[in-house]
């Protein structure tokens, strides 16, 4: 593992009991970073947090539906509270939704994947605002997607949704870039994570591969990785960019 050099930093990861998010928490823990895991559910989060313990960090659990903006912001003053401020935020929770054309898409399935997957970064931003705004500086990673920047048949929902993180990460940015806080977009390609591995079959999976120039799907690691560097001081002069970690799946 590479060190960032996040001592002393304290780092809050939304969706950090599965997946990108616990391989952020991790790789920002062996850096230094003290963490708060933020997830829907104790028995993950424990799991989680136990991980952790081989790293001399402070590390918290912290139950929380992000797509709950009074939720969100009870989280983060535990957060502030517990960990004693805020310097970095990732925020990563996110769900797939069903795969469906958007002709047949329904309500309830759009605003739920809207829900959670924009609102609730737009939340978990807003409130990390309001606690890096104290010590004027600060770094924010929002989870967008290669589907943040073009389209995927069967996923609108998702897709506008990541987007959407893609601009409100960018406008963010450059509103708040004097008062210190730095905001970043991610786009993973296909991950190997619960939410692909679980949901897809091994022809699905094969297929997906193949649209990347490295015919392969991603590691969580290889997209913590893009993450903890973007968290860390060496990315001073980042801000108000989009940053794709997708094998090449972009370029065709
Ligand atoms: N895996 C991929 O191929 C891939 C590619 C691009 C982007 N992403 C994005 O990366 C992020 C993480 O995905 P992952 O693949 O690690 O998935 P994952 O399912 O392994 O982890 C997501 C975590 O988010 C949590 N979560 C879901 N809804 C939540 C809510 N309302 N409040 C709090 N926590 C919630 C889940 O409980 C889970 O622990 C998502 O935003 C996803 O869209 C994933």
């Given at each position: 593992?590479i060190?960032?050099?996040?001592?002393n930093?304290?780092?809050?990861?939304?969706?950090?009991?599965?997946?990108?998010?616990?391989?952020?928490a991790?790789?920002?823990?062996?850096?230094?970073?003290?963490?708060?895991?933020?997830?829907?559910?104790?028995?993950?989060?424990?799991?989680?947090?136990?991980?952790?313990?081989?790293?001399a960090?402070?590390?918290?659990?912290?139950?929380?539906?992000?797509?709950n903006?009074?939720?969100?912001?009870?989280?983060?003053?535990?957060?502030?509270?517990?960990l004693?401020?805020?310097?970095?935020?990732?925020?990563?929770?996110?769900?797939?939704?069903?795969?469906?054309?958007?002709?047949?898409?329904?309500t309830?399935?759009?605003?739920?994947?809207?829900?959670?997957?924009?609102?609730?970064?737009?939340?978990?931003?807003?409130?990390?605002?309001?606690?890096?705004?104290?010590?004027?500086?600060?770094?924010?990673?929002?989870?967008?997607?290669?589907?943040?920047?073009?389209?995927?048949e069967?996923?609108?929902?998702y897709?506008?949704?990541?987007?959407?993180?893609?601009?409100?990460?960018?406008?963010?940015?450059?509103?708040?870039?004097?008062?210190?806080i730095?905001?970043?977009?991610?786009?993973?390609?296909?991950?190997?994570?619960?939410?692909?591995?679980d949901?897809?079959?091994?022809?699905?999976?094969?297929?997906?591969?193949?649209?990347?120039?490295?015919?392969?799907?991603?590691?969580?690691?290889?997209?913590?990785?893009?993450?903890?560097?973007?968290?860390?001081?060496?990315?001073?002069?980042?801000?108000?960019?989009?940053?794709?970690?997708?094998g090449?799946?972009?370029?065709?």
């Amino acid at each position: 593992m590479i060190n960032y050099q996040l001592n002393n930093k304290k780092a809050m990861v939304t969706g950090g009991a599965s997946g990108i998010g616990l391989a952020c928490a991790e790789l920002m823990a062996f850096s230094g970073a003290d963490i708060a895991l933020w997830d829907l559910h104790d028995e993950a989060l424990e799991k989680a947090k136990q991980s952790l313990s081989k790293y001399a960090v402070k590390c918290i659990t912290i139950k929380v539906d992000v797509g709950n903006p009074e939720a969100v912001k009870a989280a983060m003053d535990e957060t502030v509270k517990q960990l004693g401020g805020l310097d970095i935020a990732v925020n990563n929770a996110g769900i797939g939704g069903p795969s469906c054309k958007s002709g047949d898409y329904t309500t309830a399935d759009w605003l739920n994947v809207i829900n959670v997957n924009l609102n609730g970064v737009f939340y978990c931003q807003r409130e990390a605002i309001a606690a890096m705004r104290k010590n004027a500086s600060g770094s924010i990673v929002n989870m967008a997607s290669i589907l943040g920047q073009v389209a995927f048949e069967g996923s609108p929902a998702y897709v506008s949704a990541k987007h959407g993180v893609v601009g409100m990460s960018k406008t963010a940015a450059i509103e708040h870039a004097e008062e210190g806080i730095r905001i970043n977009s991610v786009g993973p390609g296909f991950i190997h994570t619960p939410l692909v591995d679980d949901h897809l079959s091994a022809d699905v999976l094969a297929i997906l591969a193949e649209k990347h120039a490295m015919k392969r799907l991603g590691k969580p690691e290889e997209v913590a990785h893009l993450v903890a560097w973007l968290a860390s001081d060496a990315a001073s002069f980042v801000t108000a960019s989009y940053y794709p970690v997708d094998g090449g799946y972009l370029a065709y």
